[in-house]
């Protein structure tokens, strides 16, 4: 039994060469048309969205689900949607580019959001206190060789304990991003 390749595409870049379908574009034409959807208070950096746009052109490429337009090669080659090939599934994903689209989507309550800021403070506080701990038990390790032993066990866990901690306000903080927030 044949299992479908699943290819994810960004849906802005997907339906735009959906419409396209049996026009050439290339990389920078449909990187405007690309622009033109996104929210303008994202402010994106044009050159890093057409470089996104050519790496996923070529990967589309790759798996057939576009072709170069009479084989052009180069700078300013055009493409042909071909549409989804037999034993290809097209999963569409959001645009890397879209953050300011994303903050309103995800309306976030105030209780919510103050007990995740309130969560990344006492993180960071606890971090800072782990980090501390463990820099004057090397310290007395290094001062006083004779502790050796007491204090390399207690070292070893606080350092433990700050990787532990350093995870945590990570996670923290990718949530809070996720949600449109800076810390």
Do not use: W
């Amino acid at each position: 039994m044949n299992k479908m390749k699943q290819i994810c595409v960004d849906h802005i870049l997907l339906s735009l060469m959906k419409e396209l379908e049996n026009s050439p574009f290339s990389t920078t034409s449909i990187r405007d048309l690309y622009l033109a959807r996104l929210s303008h208070s994202a402010n994106p950096d044009r050159n890093s969205i057409r470089k996104f746009i050519y790496k996923e052109l070529l990967r589309l490429e790759s798996a057939g689900v576009i072709k170069r337009h009479e084989g052009e090669t180069g700078r300013g080659c055009k493409f042909i949607y071909r549409g989804q090939p037999s034993g290809i599934s097209l999963k569409t994903k959001r645009s890397p580019f879209a953050q300011s689209e994303q903050k309103n989507e995800a309306s976030i309550d105030p209780v919510t959001l103050k007990g995740l800021k309130e969560e990344l403070s006492k993180r960071k506080v606890e971090l800072m206190t782990s980090i501390g701990e463990a820099e004057e038990y090397q310290r007395l390790y290094n001062q006083f060789p004779a502790l050796q032993q007491a204090v390399r066990t207690q070292y070893f866990e606080s350092r433990d304990r700050s990787t532990k901690l350093l995870g945590q306000l990570r996670a923290v903080e990718t949530v809070l991003a996720d949600i449109g927030c800076n810390s």
